[in-house]
């Protein structure tokens, strides 16, 4: 019980710490500006982390490289705790392991902003947030709006990019589990 007690805690921390670090390159690298409030969040929960990391890891390309290495750093603590719960573990399989989790949670994360934006565009598509999690979104749809047509007004490249990102999550969970 207190294995499964601290796995939830330890998991849960990692998660939304290393899904702001994630959120924080995803609208750098989309060039989007939040609401302040959301910005303020974002970087005042990632800061701790992400500026001594740009100091040995600096920006390249107009990418902040050092908040995606900062998520897979919490991502591979996360994942030691819980293998050391568990049992040893060889160092190889942590990285790997610790990499499907950094991926896992990146697809997790856009498949909640691909909700997010239908949920908005059905309930109230003028709502604050509704132009960032659209931005935010932009780059994975572009390319399926090209190719899918409106079917009545109404739009499915949010539902393809929704069974794309599964069938890639699959694809690449079997590949990093067969490496481990």
């Known amino acids: 019980m207190l ?3 601290l796995t939830l805690v330890v998991g849960t ?3 939304i710490v290393a899904g702001v670090l994630l959120l924080r390159f995803w609208m750098q690298a989309v060039r989007i500006r939040p609401p302040a409030s959301i910005a303020q969040f974002v970087f ?7 500026l001594p990391l740009r100091r040995v890891l600096p920006g390249v390309g107009g ?10 750093l919490i991502a591979v603590v996360a994942t030691a705790v819980e293998m050391l719960i568990v049992s040893p573990f060889p160092f190889q399989a942590l990285l790997l392991l610790a990499l499907l989790r950094l991926l896992q949670w990146a697809f997790y994360g856009w ?3 691909l909700i997010i934006e239908a949920v ?4 109230n598509p003028h709502a604050p947030l509704a132009p960032v999690v659209r931005a935010l979104n932009e780059p994975l749809l572009r390319p399926l709006r090209r190719i899918i047509p409106l079917i009545g007004n109404v739009d499915l490249s949010p539902l393809a990019a929704l069974l794309l990102l ?3 999550l699959q694809l690449l969970s079997s590949l990093v ?3 481990a």
């Open 13 to 15: 921390v990692a998660v």
């Open 44 to 50: 005042r929960l990632s800061d701790w982390l992400v």
């Open 120 to 123: 908005f565009s059905w309930v």
């Open 3 to 5: 294995h499964g007690i």
């Open 166 to 168: 599964q069938v890639a």
């Open 177 to 179: 589990l067969s490496l």
């Open 63 to 72: 990418y902040d490289w050092a908040c995606i290495f900062g998520a897979y």
């Open 111 to 113: 498949m909640g902003l």
